[in-house]
């Protein structure tokens, strides 16, 4: 998994600071404002096609820091079936702070 976050990342031309992998109760991934970005362990029991979902979208926070239209417009453009598949698990994708309480509520 680590490695499909470093290709990401170079395609996408973002450095995060920290790449984590732990135990998350809630979440598939969150991101701080420093840079730091944690992934949920379970996502390595998770179909290769979601995980990369969660994938650029955490590394595209680095970029853009909340899910407006500039946001979504980047996930299209990368990843253009990101939607379809996540399979309307979208709503638990990420914890970064401030940037969910908004979109959450136009998914
Ligand atoms: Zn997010």
């Known amino acids: 998994m680590r490695e499909e976050i470093r290709r990401w990342a170079a395609k996408l031309k973002v450095k995060p600071r920290r790449v984590q992998i732990q135990r998350m109760t809630t979440k598939w991934a969150s991101c701080s404002t420093s840079g730091r970005i944690c992934f949920n362990m379970e996502l390595l029991d998770e179909p290769a096609s979601f995980r990369e979902v969660v994938i650029v979208h955490e590394l595209l926070h680095l970029l853009v820091p909340n ?16 939607e379809a598949r996540s399979a309307g698990r979208v709503s638990r994708l990420c914890g970064t702070s401030g940037a969910h309480s908004r979109s959450d509520r136009t998914r």
């Open 67 to 82: 899910h407006g239209k500039l946001f979504k417009s980047l996930m299209n453009a990368y990843l253009p079936e990101w």
